[in-house]
């Protein structure tokens, strides 16, 4: 997703009321007198955010019979299954905002095997590892991440350090820390990055042919 979309996301995240409602509404739908009592908030102030959560998508709502045979009432659930990432450090800097999906990787063909036949099983005892299972891979995972990025942070400054050496020009060294750290190399594509306008973006590719092999 682009950087537009990241930061209406984390406009809505910022709050700690809507993070809370969020977490509250991962686990079962509510209607918004349940939502206040779950939270310690005002149902006022509760269905506010529902509101606003609802305009940008994030939840969703429908209206559903009363359990207790009284009117119908208008209930929230999640509608967005997202993944978010920050990455800060020397020389680093980076976020994304990712959809999760249920596109296929090789290797864990025996795990969807197993969440697939889950809904055929009744023991809690079953699910319950199965779940753990799931997390300690997700945390290896994440530990593999981590050490990657640190790595990717390491060169980087290397790298950055090595253009406030040899280029002048911070415009220059501008263009540089992003061709370093995102690897593209399309003049388009950077000046949409950097925005800049192109014919700018150009002259200082040809400024910079002139003193290093990056093109």
């Known amino acids: ?7 209406k996301i984390m406009q809505l995240l910022q709050n700690p009321t809507r993070r809370r409602i969020l ?20 149902q006022q102030a509760v269905s506010k955010h529902l509101h606003t959560m609802e305009q940008q998508g994030i939840v969703i709502s429908r209206i559903s019979k009363s359990e207790k045979g009284g009117p119908p009432t208008k209930t929230y659930s999640l509608n967005r299954e997202i993944s978010i990432h920050i990455d800060i450090g020397h020389c680093l800097f980076h976020t994304e905002v990712e959809k999760l999906t249920g596109k296929r990787v090789e290797g864990y063909e025996d795990l969807e095997e197993d969440v697939k036949v889950l809904k055929k099983r009744d023991s809690l005892d ?16 994440s530990n593999e991440r981590l050490h990657l990025l640190k790595l990717k942070e390491k060169a980087l400054k290397k790298a950055f350090n090595h253009v ?52």
């Open 1 to 7: 997703m682009n950087k537009e979309e990241f930061d």
């Open 23 to 42: 977490e509250v509404l991962s686990k079962e739908e509510h209607y918004p007198l349940q939502l206040s009592r779950a939270i310690d908030t005002s």
């Open 126 to 141: 079953e699910m319950r590892r199965l779940i753990l299972n799931l997390n300690k891979e997700i945390d290896r995972l």
């Open 164 to 215: 406030l050496k040899n280029f002048d020009d911070y415009m220059e060294r501008n263009l540089l820390y992003c061709v370093l750290s995102t690897g593209e190399t399309d003049p388009r594509k950077l000046a949409k990055e950097l925005k800049m306008r192109e014919d700018e973006v150009f002259k200082l590719i040809n400024e910079i042919k002139r003193k290093a092999d990056i093109w």
